[in-house]
């Protein structure tokens, strides 16, 4: 089979004929239909990555076409959506419902000393957060995958699994906003969006977006922001005081830079909450003052994949979209073939595109 293959650090993806392994245990054999581009891949590819060749990829969906032995969550024929939360199940956390900080993750990978799950003129190739969705098929752990309806369109689906557990999840699960409140979010790009969509969901009164650049700003509006701003020609921190009278409830950080984030601490009301979801650079993060959080009684929160239940999680987005209530199209901008993926990222720097997604696997 096809799959584009990243051989080392800057060396971009190249389309490669690979083999994949039969399955066995809990995996599951599956052909990708669709696969959307993440920053976090572009990271691993040009800077953080450590493991060469390897398949990168980790928005997927795809149809069900094999399974091993020992599978019982899906079957042949199953759409599914994939996620890098990579789960045991019977650990503490994840039998107490927190599956997104399991304690076994490697339990949904083959052991050393296995044969790899993809391989190329016979020597393994690393599978990126056990999905490797960056190809025409791919063997993934049952505990990684969500069955969605059949009519769930392929692009949108594929975004469910990164961008918008972690935009929407971090609103809803994380932060658990309720009706009334008050939400910012800082940086309105693929995930930021996800993360307006669900203080909507929600019912959150005010929900402030801001970006440093006014296209973005634009859709933001199209997503539900009802207050946007340009953190270039305006004080954030004074304006979102100035809207909310006494500081926000919720601020989600979505760029990480050292900067940005004391704004957006600097923007919390008494009882209010920080999260830290996005990273920009290695110094990212904050200082806290403990006498002036604790009297005001706030808050500072690092989240990962937006606290999601990925079974549960999911199906919900898929459900809400297919509702009308829940926007991934406008994600959307741009579909792309297999081998296009370093064209791809390069039009992602474009402020006007949210999302890529690969659907020609020929
Ligand atoms: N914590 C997790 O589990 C998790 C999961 C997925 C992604 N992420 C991270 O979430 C972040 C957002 O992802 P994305 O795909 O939406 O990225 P993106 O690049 O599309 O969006 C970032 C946005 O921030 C804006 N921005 C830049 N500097 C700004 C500033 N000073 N003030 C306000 N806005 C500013 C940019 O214009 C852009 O619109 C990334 O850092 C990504 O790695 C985290
Ligand atoms: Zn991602
Ligand atoms: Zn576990």
């Known amino acids: 089979m096809k799959a584009s293959v990243t051989k080392g650090l800057g060396q971009g993806f190249v389309v490669e004929e690979v083999d994949l392994a039969e399955p066995i245990g809990h995996e599951v054999r599956v052909q990708v239909q669709a696969s959307g581009l993440c920053h976090s891949d572009l990271s691993v590819a040009t800077f953080i990555g450590d493991e060469f060749p390897v398949v990168l990829g980790h928005e997927v969906a795809g149809v069900v076409t094999e399974i091993g032995p020992q599978v019982t969550q899906v079957k042949v024929g199953d759409h599914v959506v994939g996620s890098l939360i990579q789960y045991c199940g019977a650990c503490v956390n994840c039998l107490s419902g927190r599956t997104h900080i399991c304690l076994r993750p490697e339990a949904t990978l083959r052991e050393s000393g296995q044969p790899a799950r993809i391989t190329w003129n016979g020597k393994p190739v690393a599978q990126g957060m056990g999905l490797g969705g960056f190809a025409q098929e791919t063997l993934v752990h049952e505990n990684q995958l969500a069955v969605v309806p059949d009519e769930m369109p392929w692009a ?132 806290v003052n403990s006498i002036a959080t604790l009297s005001a009684s706030q808050k500072v929160q690092g989240v990962y994949m937006g606290s999601s239940n990925l079974k549960r999680d999911i199906p919900f987005y898929a459900s809400l979209y297919l509702q009308g209530r829940m926007n991934l199209d406008a994600l959307v901008s741009k579909k792309i073939a297999l081998s296009e993926i370093d064209a791809g990222y390069e039009a992602l720097k474009d402020g006007a595109t949210a999302r890529v997604v690969i659907t020609d696997f020929s």
């Open 156 to 287: 949108p689906a594929a975004l469910i699994g990164c961008g918008v557990l972690t935009g929407a999840g971090a609103v809803l699960n994380s932060a658990e906003v309720r009706q009334g409140d008050t939400v910012v979010v800082i940086g309105a790009g693929g995930v930021g969006m996800n993360a307006v969509s669900g203080a909507r969901i929600a019912g959150a009164e005010k929900i402030i977006v801001t970006d440093i650049e006014d296209a973005k700003l634009e859709r933001a509006k199209a997503f539900g922001a009802t207050h946007v701003l340009n953190s270039r020609t305006t004080d954030p921190v004074e304006a979102v005081r100035d809207i909310t009278g006494h500081g926000a409830d919720h601020v989600f950080d979505f760029v990480g830079a050292r900067p940005v984030t004391t704004q957006g601490f600097q923007m919390l009301g008494k009882g209010g909450g920080l999260y830290l979801i996005g990273v920009s650079a290695n110094d990212a993060g904050i200082d």
